[in-house]
């Protein structure tokens, strides 16, 4: 059964930092590519960031380009959202997803994304 689980979450002040993680199991990441999404309270779930499958390319949102990083460990089947100098903005319920042979488009969008994690809550306030 094909899961992925995110964790790292949390309420952090402005300028603060956290890193989000999520696990994956129930098959191989190598294969995939992953991103990251939110969706803030009454918004569109909105995509972040994402790697494709072959590790060749990487894009982000404009409005966290130099905030934060994406990554994968495929050897421990994870990835990663860096996110550094958070804004009140930034607040929102952060998914991971995992599309097979997924490719990365400067675009992010949900559609070709068919695993999803159940999200974690991120909050910035002061």
């Known amino acids: 059964q094909l899961q992925l689980v995110e964790s790292g979450g949390g309420l952090v002040q402005p300028g603060g930092s956290l890193r989000l993680s999520c696990a994956a199991s129930g098959f191989t990441l190598d294969d995939y590519g992953i991103g990251w999404f939110r969706q803030a309270p009454g918004k569109e779930r909105e995509g972040v960031s994402c790697i494709s499958s072959s590790g060749g390319s990487t894009n982000y949102a404009d409005s966290v380009k130099g905030r934060f990083t994406i990554s994968r460990d495929n050897a421990k089947n994870m990835m990663y959202l860096q996110m550094n100098n958070l804004k009140p903005e930034d607040t929102a319920v952060y998914y991971c997803?995992?599309?097979?042979?997924?490719?990365?488009?400067?675009?992010?969008?949900?559609?070709?994304?068919?695993?999803w994690g159940q999200g974690t809550q991120v909050t910035v306030s002061a």
């Open positions: 997803a995992a599309e097979y042979l997924g490719g990365c488009p400067r675009r992010i969008s949900i559609q070709p994304f068919e695993n």
